[in-house]
């Protein structure tokens, strides 16, 4: 950063690179705000926002430069501000990405009382010749997943309709702790554990809204299509619980949820051992199959 907070306008200075590419990306919390609010906890909703958008630029590959933040309210409330700012520059710390600027807007002609919205924006960075693109994924590749943290940021207008408000602080033995903690727990950031795997990875699917279904297609060439297989990885209590409480199909809970599984790797035979022993915690839960027409997956 070249200049400090009283500036109109953030200032950074890119590194040199034979062909730089700027990679860029626009997210929200969505209503896990709710959450936050109804538990009057706002320090965990910055970390989601900042590790979502970091994840969704990692998909290519780009190193994050700079995060810049807009929270609007109906009323602003100093200590929440400075709740949410406290999980923002947390995030950004860990992954060495500047906080370069944000904006606040009281608007009690918009919001009410104290709800907020809160939005994230992220400039990322990559040489061209190193852009990860899925082109070159292939029959009999490896699918390997990373464990997600929980829900992340999405599926919350659902599990709002199968829990109500009061059921938050109820303690759930299948869960360990609380409703309310398991629904906030922060989006898990893939960023420094992949870095150093890059150069052996073939294709990056951030599982957000859309699932294993809708967002891994994303990412595959023309005639082949992902073949998971379910029993390769356990699935975490809260989304089975959120199965039963609100009688939701399984199709709907793949098409919604991320079902433990928050980012997808692919790369060949030759490198899934050495990302595995890399992620040990990381698992091969599928290939790459040949499929004619339209990529989807298959689970």
């Known amino acids: 950063m070249l200049a400090g907070p009283g500036f109109f306008g953030g200032l950074f200075e890119l590194k040199e690179l034979e062909q730089p590419v700027l990679v860029s990306s626009v997210d929200g919390v969505g209503t896990k705000l709710k959450i936050a609010s109804a538990l009057g906890r706002h320090d965990t909703i910055g970390i989601d926002l900042v590790n979502h958008c970091v994840n969704d630029i990692l998909t290519s590959g780009a190193e994050p430069l700079f995060f810049l933040d807009y929270i609007a309210t109906g009323k602003l409330v100093p200590e929440q501000i400075a709740a949410i700012v406290q999980g923002l520059s947390q995030a950004c710390q860990k992954i060495g990405c500047a906080l370069i600027g944000g904006e606040t807007a009281e608007m009690p002609g918009l919001y009410t009382g104290e709800d907020y919205d809160l939005v994230g924006f992220i400039i990322g960075i990559i040489e061209k010749k190193k852009m990860i693109t899925g082109k070159t994924i292939a029959i009999g590749d490896v699918i390997i997943g990373l464990a997600s943290s929980g829900l992340h940021t999405n599926g919350y207008s659902l599990v709002r309709k199968v829990f109500s408000s009061d059921q938050l602080k109820?303690?759930?033995?299948?869960?360990?702790?609380?409703?309310?903690?398991?629904?906030?727990?922060?989006?898990?950031?893939?960023?420094?554990?992949?870095?150093?795997?890059?150069?052996?990875?073939?294709?990056?699917?951030?599982?957000?809204?859309?699932?294993?279904?809708?967002?891994?297609?994303?990412?595959?060439?023309?005639?082949?299509?992902?073949?998971?297989?379910?029993?390769?990885?356990?699935?975490?209590?809260?989304?089975?619980?959120?199965?039963?409480?609100?009688?939701?199909?399984?199709?709907?809970?793949?098409?919604?949820?991320?079902?433990?599984?928050?980012?997808?790797?692919?790369?060949?035979?030759?490198?899934?051992?050495?990302?595995?022993?890399?992620?040990?915690?990381?698992?091969?839960?599928?290939?790459?199959?040949?499929?004619?027409?339209?990529?989807?997956?298959?689970?």
Not at 182 to 187: A, F, I, K, R, Y
């Open 170 to 299: 109820k303690h759930y033995p299948e869960l360990g702790r609380t409703l309310g903690k398991e629904l906030l727990e922060p989006h898990r950031c893939y960023y420094n554990e992949l870095k150093p795997l890059l150069p052996f990875i073939k294709g990056i699917a951030h599982i957000t809204g859309g699932g294993l279904i809708g967002n891994v297609p994303r990412i595959l060439p023309q005639g082949v299509t992902a073949k998971f297989h379910s029993e390769t990885w356990t699935v975490p209590p809260i989304f089975e619980l959120i199965k039963q409480r609100g009688n939701v199909t399984q199709e709907e809970m793949y098409q919604v949820f991320n079902m433990g599984i928050g980012m997808v790797v692919i790369c060949s035979p030759e490198n899934a051992n050495q990302i595995s022993q890399s992620l040990p915690k990381a698992k091969a839960i599928g290939e790459v199959v040949e499929l004619a027409g339209e990529a989807r997956v298959i689970i």
